[in-house]
């Protein structure tokens, strides 16, 4: 991908990923260009969300960006707190995650999905107004459905490695799938074993 593609993408909107009664409704920052430009959450290549979600047991192998629209088979989902896309989160204003908040709790309120896990402390904190917020699981219900705070698996978020972070997922994929093998399947309401 060349600059000039990247650069052409800002501002653009990446579609979400989702269905009804999710299980875990995943809600990054906003898309990176790379994101944007592909269509495909996640893009950047050194974004570490889809290896995370593999290494936490979301998924049973790891998925590419291209490959997101698996995601509502295994209960999950992709959205954004803000829609647009732009090259770093910190050219966001304040404004725009408040209305983001407004508008995801909305989105969750109309898929139902049973967890909405923020990636990135930061975001969640601007969003709904949490400034002493942490990683994990939170008191407050976004449309109706419980909230975990996750690590960004941005690759600028050197805080944290692949392995740290697969353990906080795996924290929320232990809550959200309970049992070792078994889900509920949302599209019926079985179990999977």
Same mark, same amino acid.
Request: proline share 7%; glycine share 10%; hydrophobic share 40%.
């Given at each position: 991908? %060349?600059?000039?593609?990247? &650069?052409?993408?800002?501002d653009?909107?990446?579609?979400?990923?989702?269905?009804?009664?999710?299980?875990?409704?995943?809600?990054?920052?906003?898309p990176?260009?790379?994101?944007?430009?592909t269509?495909?959450? *996640?893009?950047?290549?050194?974004?570490?969300?889809?290896?995370?979600?593999h #290494?936490?047991? *979301? +998924?049973?192998?790891? &998925? %590419?960006?291209?490959?997101?629209?698996?995601?509502?088979?295994?209960?999950?989902?992709?959205? !954004?707190?803000?829609? #647009?896309?732009?090259?770093? =989160?910190?050219?966001?204003? %304040?404004?725009? *995650?408040?209305?983001?908040?407004?508008? &995801? =709790?909305g989105?969750?309120e109309?898929?139902?999905? #049973?967890?909405?896990?923020?990636?990135?402390? +930061?975001?969640?904190?601007?969003? *709904?107004?949490?400034? +002493?917020?942490?990683?994990?699981?939170?008191?407050?219900?976004?449309?109706?459905?419980?909230?975990?705070?996750?690590? !960004?698996?941005?690759?600028?978020?050197?805080?944290?490695?692949?392995?740290?972070?697969?353990?906080?997922?795996?924290?929320? #994929?232990?809550?959200?799938?309970?049992?070792p093998?078994?889900r509920?399947?949302?599209?019926?309401?079985?179990?999977?074993?």
């Open positions: 991908m %060349t600059p000039e593609e990247r &650069l052409a993408a800002r653009r909107v990446v579609p979400d990923v989702v269905a009804g009664g999710l299980l875990v409704l995943f809600c990054g920052i906003n990176s260009l790379t994101s944007a430009a269509g495909h959450h *996640f893009a950047h290549p050194g974004n570490r969300f889809w290896p995370v979600l #290494r936490s047991g *979301f +998924t049973p192998r790891q &998925l %590419t960006p291209s490959e997101q629209d698996e995601l509502p088979h295994y209960g999950l989902g992709i959205t !954004n707190v803000v829609a #647009r896309a732009t090259a770093r =989160a910190d050219e966001l204003s %304040t404004e725009e *995650f408040r209305e983001g908040g407004k508008l &995801l =709790a989105r969750v109309e898929l139902s999905p #049973r967890w909405l896990a923020v990636v990135g402390v +930061t975001a969640y904190r601007k969003a *709904f107004g949490e400034r +002493t917020a942490r990683t994990g699981p939170q008191e407050r219900l976004v449309g109706g459905a419980r909230v975990w705070v996750l690590p !960004n698996p941005s690759g600028l978020n050197a805080h944290w490695t692949v392995r740290t972070m697969a353990e906080e997922y795996a924290r929320l #994929r232990a809550s959200a799938m309970p049992g093998s078994r509920q399947l949302p599209e019926t309401g079985r179990s999977e074993s």
